[in-house]
Antibody, heavy 115, light 113 residues
């Protein structure tokens, strides 16, 4: 049973940076692609980034060049480095597994971008 | 990008009665590998999303059999045969065929009348 725990969220000023982590267990992490998906307060779900098991990376247009997805297979951990943060990046950020597209989700971590 | 359109956006239902949510995609969702990557998620109040259905009609482990998915091409449906109180929440469809990006519907809020 896949289990993910996100951390690293918090309050940051516009233009600031933050690194999110997603600690995974219960499955062979190395084998699976992993996603970051976000949800702004009271809004729907929005895909942010995806990293395949072979290292290929994909980003939505609004975060490309500002966010970087990475993973450490030795630690079973997925990361999202976020820089040049904007108020519209305020959201709960979830990591999720790739099993016939988006499958299992963590509990999320809240990122608030505000002065 | 593939646009996913759900209807209705709000669905008041009576306990024990059926419910149905429609999801339409702006393009057909058959992948070159022959699969159709259309998933359904449930998000209960204050919780993370949970996948219910994958590849149109396959129930995930532990999902009650009152939930079923159907459809093809650009038209898909999530059905609940008899709504229970624990089914209250927001339901999202999502396509994983034409990526990036992976795209979600706007969500359908299910509430008890």
């Amino acid at each position: 049973q896949a289990h993910m725990v996100e951390s690293g969220g918090g309050l940051v000023q516009p233009g600031g940076s933050l690194r999110l982590s997603c600690a995974a267990s219960g499955f062979y992490f190395n084998y699976y692609g992993m996603y970051w998906v976000r949800q702004a307060p009271g809004k729907g779900l929005e895909w942010v980034a995806f990293m395949e098991s072979d290292g290929s990376k994909y980003y939505r247009d609004s975060v490309r060049g500002r966010f970087t997805i990475s993973r450490d297979n030795s630690r079973n951990t997925l990361y999202l480095q976020m820089s040049s943060l904007r108020p519209e990046d305020t959201a709960i950020y979830y990591c999720a597994t790739n099993r016939d597209a988006i499958a299992d989700w963590g509990q999320g971590t809240l990122v608030t971008v505000s002065s | 990008d593939v646009v996913m359109t759900q209807s209705p956006l709000s669905l008041p239902v009576t306990l024990g009665q059926p419910a149905s949510i429609s999801c339409r995609s702006s393009q057909g969702l058959v992948h070159s590998d022959g699969n159709t990557y259309l998933n359904w998620f449930q998000q209960r109040p204050g919780q993370s999303p949970r996948r219910l259905i994958y590849k149109v009609s396959n129930r995930d482990s532990g999902v009650p059999d009152r939930f079923s998915g159907s459809g093809s091409g650009t038209d898909f449906t999530l059905n609940i045969t008899r709504v229970e109180a624990e089914d209250v929440g927001v339901y999202y469809c999502m396509q994983g065929t034409h990526w990036p990006p992976w795209t979600f519907g706007q969500g359908t809020k299910v509430e008890i009348k």
